[in-house]
């Protein structure tokens, strides 16, 4: 093992996170802050690249200046992202040319709409493994194009780059030397053909995209390039360990065999297993994307994507007001003996699996005139358990395997009434881990893998902490019950 510490960067849908991990997996240092979320008009979401950039070398500078390392002593800088986030940017001047355009974005529901009524949705789920869904990033990508003024006449003279958010900030960083991504964002983006592994011509046209936009695909233990050292500090660093958040979770929970799941909380949630090296065509709103690319070879895994779950908490917070901080939420949930039939459906944009539905919008079922505030509250938490055992279930019924416990990460996981009701739900044990910045970890290990401070995925394993596990104890009957009265209030909100 080689001594030496990897810097880590985070860029998540509510704000930017930075860390150092050194060698035996342990965080000496972190940083983070948010950024804004600007909604132009209902059911649009867009955060400004500019501001996430700056947030971002402020944070990398902060961590090092607080562990009071040499930059000398960083082996790799790594990088895990929010995924289906799109920006599109001037090449000459390096400015984005809009907003980057968020995966909870709906803008593009009539535009899939349309593509499904011209019979598209099969062959774009046969190449890529996803549905045609506002959720990916082609559509926000076509909308640009056709809605920003002058972009559609530079992207055709091969001035305008695309990528998600990596992609952004690795040109950045390198200083616009280079322009890439992983195989895990490429896969989210409908125009990545996941059986050829790689940019699909067909898709491209489809889309009304152009091939000089799109970055080079590289496998996560690549080195993508190094930072430029004015635009970070005195060294050059390389930049490897590139992930999805997700997909960098499942790696950072140690989910390296088949049939293994996790599943991470945060604004939306994201529930995948591993599901090896061969790819899996799946149903029931489930799809399917590339798990990790290492070691020039690529693995799979399957994933159920819920739009909405703690951010459900956070909406009830600062649009309802009904409490102050989530110490009075979780006093206010420990006050009451149930729901008493009270269900928030959180579809602020839409359903996601099994439903898929753009058009269901969020409310408050059950509620009678004895209702008060603490149930609206409990049942915004309780929302998200009821959607990832809605994940899990569909997920289990059509890979045929049922999960034997599920790892978990997340701020929300700190949160131990939700966690033991998620247990009860699912009946299986729910595992948490020791740090709850797994998919920062997930792009720590691969980084040290491809720098030799680690060795294997077993000496990976070794590094695991386990904190807390959560075991069923709900009966039955009374899980049926409360599950139940959850799909009726769906059935409710569904368009």
Known sequence: MEKGFILALDQSTSGTKTMIVDENGDIIVKASLEHGQHYPRPGWVEHDPVEIYENSKKLLADVLVKAKLEPGYIKALAITNQRETIVLWDKNTGLPVYNAIVWQCRRTSDMCEMFKKKDLEKTV????????????????????????????????????????????????????????????????????????????????????????????????????????????????????????????????????EAGMVKATYGTGSSIMMNIGSSYKEVGNGLVTSVAWGMNGKVEYAIEGIVHCSGDALKWVKDNLGLFQNFEEARNMVDSLESNEGVYLIPAFVGLGIPYWDSNARAAVVGMSRGTRKEHVVRAAIESTAYQIKDAIDTMTQEAGIKPKEIRVDGGPTRDAFLMQFQADMLDIPVKGAETAELSSMGSVYLAGLAVGIWDSKEEIKSLRKDCSTYTPEMDSLKRGELYQGWKVAVKRVLG
């Not at 549905?131 to 091969?158: C, H, M, Q």
């Not at 152009?210 to 690549?222: G, N, T, V």
């Open 125 to 256: 789920n046969e190449k890529t493994g996803l549905l045609l869904d506002p959720y990916f990033s082609a559509t926000k990508i076509k909308w640009i194009l056709d809605n920003v003024e002058g972009v559609r006449e530079k992207a055709e003279a091969g001035q305008i780059l695309m990528g998600t958010i990596d992609s952004w900030l690795i040109w950045k960083l390198t200083g616009g030397v280079v322009h890439a991504t992983d195989y895990t964002n490429a896969s989210r983006t409908l125009l990545f053909n996941i059986r050829t592994l790689c940019w699909d011509k067909e898709l491209i046209k489809l889309f009304g995209i152009y091939e000089s936009m799109l970055p080079e695909i590289k496998y996560s233990d690549d080195i993508f390039g190094f930072t430029a050292e004015n635009e970070l500090f005195d060294a050059s660093l390389p930049i490897t360990g590139v992930i999805g958040d997700s997909q960098g979770a499942l790696f950072g929970q140690n989910c390296f």
